[in-house]
């Protein structure tokens, strides 16, 4: 029970890892992909740096996409949720800040996954030419022939092969063979997206023969020549294969020494280094535990190729008798319908199909009755139908215009509200002048309080950080409002705390010091001076 209980845990702990990964993708299939795309690129484009939201602002903006648009509180959404998926990491890069506002666009920093920097660059190679056809490496198999060659009379020589000169051999050999197996598999899916169209013309059928007969063939003919001798070199290789692994990864550990140290570490080596690697290379080539080899995939793709050439073949034969795929000119006029304007496409409707728009007669029902779809016209409500209309024909009313609208009264009610704000904010000033020295024996009203933090706010982004020989101080740390004749002061006092008292809740500001004077009488003993 106990045993069941454990293979349970280990399952749901595989799934909900593997689906933290997958997590990463949800990003390109948001409505915001283009936006994220270009978050990720400019991350990608660093190494191990961390940046902020001010940051990515000034290297989005240098490029043409639809990253350029994103504003501040825009950006910092999208970056929050690419950190929920797991594409971002938070950094915990310290700060520096001028002001308040500063800080809060700033303090959070952000570095890329390694989860994050595949699922991108995978995504920009699928964009870049993911439809393309793409070459077969074919001579990539003969440089594969040679190195296995090449490595099974290392491991044969008496005394066992050198581990460098095996080393290198090994990771050119398993470096070229992922080039040619990618190359093919790529082809093979181009190829079969292509034959899978029965809309060819003669010229595409033309073309794709030539294709399957000159470079299919040879790509086949090709593989068919070097497989047998590749299986016999890794027949020979296999009885040493343990004793060369086991001599490069004392000559070389590379990283796998961190998986030694750190059992939880899962560590990702280099192709070759490891016996699963050779496994795969030699099922490609081999028939082992009863599954067929790549080289016989290959032939069977091959053989289905050139029947689905025979079969547009055929088709082609029968378009002479009208039995002929449209799929070519449906898909030409839904081009005409995405690029033509809604007069365009109702034109462009009409004359394809011959469907001409509704003509509706008679004027619109009373908005305010409901009447169901499956009434009929004969027993429905009458439309009341105006008399202008229905003896002259027209919707011009006669007679005298209308009166202008007066808003003379709406005009007042918002004088009204402005001079009751302005008196507002006048009387929480003059709490502040006289509150001024003594904020931690008072209580202040509410919008007193938010004036202070609007003044303190300022005056702190005005204020330059200086040092001295001990500590730093605050220089210029000063706002005013010449309409309410009030100025607010701060500057630093280490050690000390000041608590600001209002009906909303307490502020304690550490380190500071914060005083309240008249505009007018500042401006006056600055003169005198």
């Known amino acids: 029970m106990e045993g069941n209980e454990r293979k349970t845990a280990q399952v749901e702990e595989a799934g909900a890892e593997a689906w933290q990964r997958l997590s990463a993708y949800a990003y390109l299939s948001a409505p915001e992909r283009l936006e994220y795309v270009a978050v990720m690129r400019v991350f990608c484009g660093t190494l191990l740096a961390d940046l902020s939201v001010p940051d990515l602002l000034a290297k989005l903006a240098g490029t043409d996409g639809p990253g350029a648009a994103l504003d501040a509180e825009t950006l910092t959404r999208r970056l929050e949720e690419l950190v929920r998926w797991g594409n971002l990491l938070r950094s915990t890069h310290t700060v520096r800040a001028t002001s308040i506002t500063e800080y809060q666009r700033s303090r959070s920093r952000y570095q890329l996954s390694k989860l994050g920097e595949r699922v991108q660059r995978d995504a920009d190679e699928v964009l870049a030419g993911a439809d393309a056809a793409r070459e077969v490496s074919s001579e990539l198999l003969a440089l594969v022939?040679?190195?296995?060659?090449?490595?099974?009379?290392?491991?044969?020589?008496?005394?066992?092969?050198?581990?460098?000169?095996?080393?290198?051999?090994?990771?050119t050999l398993f470096v070229q063979f992922a080039e040619f197996a990618e190359s093919v598999r790529d082809f093979y899916a181009y190829l079969g997206q292509v034959l899978a169209r029965y809309d060819l013309d003669t010229a595409e059928y033309q073309g794709f023969k030539e294709l399957l007969l000159d470079y299919v063939e040879a790509i086949t003919e090709d593989v068919s020549f070097r497989a047998p001798r590749i299986a016999a070199h890794l027949d020979s290789i296999w009885p040493h294969l343990p004793a060369l692994l086991a001599r490069i990864d004392t000559h070389a550990a590379g990283i796998g020494a961190l998986a030694d140290a750190l059992p939880e570490t899962r560590v990702q080596r280099s192709r070759g280094r490891d016996h699963a690697d050779w496994e795969g290379l030699r099922e490609w080539f081999t028939v082992t535990g009863g599954h067929s080899s790549q080289v016989d995939q290959l032939r069977d793709a091959t053989l289905r190729a050139l029947q689905s050439l025979l079969a547009n073949a055929k088709r082609m034969l029968r378009s002479a008798s009208g039995e002929m795929s449209r799929r070519k000119d449906l898909l030409r006029l839904a081009a005409w319908f995405d690029a033509a304007e809604p007069e365009e496409a109702h034109d462009l409707a009409v004359a394809a199909f011959g469907l001409y728009g509704a003509r509706h007669l008679g004027v619109a029902p009373d908005p305010d009755r409901s009447v169901p779809a499956y009434v009929s016209w004969w027993t429905g409500p009458a439309v009341e139908v105006p008399v202008a209309l229905r003896e002259r024909g027209s919707r011009t009313p006669r007679g005298r215009a209308a009166a202008a609208e007066d808003h003379s009264a709406q005009k007042r009610r918002l004088v009204d509200q402005a001079r009751q704000q302005a008196e507002a904010r006048q009387a929480a000033a003059d709490e502040l002048r006289s509150a001024s020295g003594r904020f931690e024996q008072v209580r202040l009203s509410a919008p007193a309080m938010r004036l202070l933090l609007e003044l303190m706010t300022a005056a702190l982004g005005n204020a330059r950080l200086?040092?001295?020989?001990?500590?730093?101080?605050?220089?210029?740390?000063?706002?005013?409002?010449?309409?309410?004749?009030?100025?607010?002061?701060?500057w630093r006092t280490p050690g000390r705390s000041m608590v600001l008292k209002s009906v909303d809740g307490d502020l304690t500001a550490d380190d500071l010091t914060v005083a309240v004077d008249s505009a007018s009488e500042l401006a006056v003993g600055e003169a005198s001076a």
């Open 145 to 171: 022939d040679r190195g296995l060659r090449d490595i099974a009379a290392m491991a044969a020589a008496p005394g066992g092969a050198d581990p460098q000169q095996a080393l290198e051999r090994i990771s």
């Open 466 to 490: 200086h040092q001295d020989a001990h500590d730093f101080l605050l220089e210029g740390a000063q706002a005013a409002d010449a309409d309410l004749g009030i100025r607010l002061t701060v």
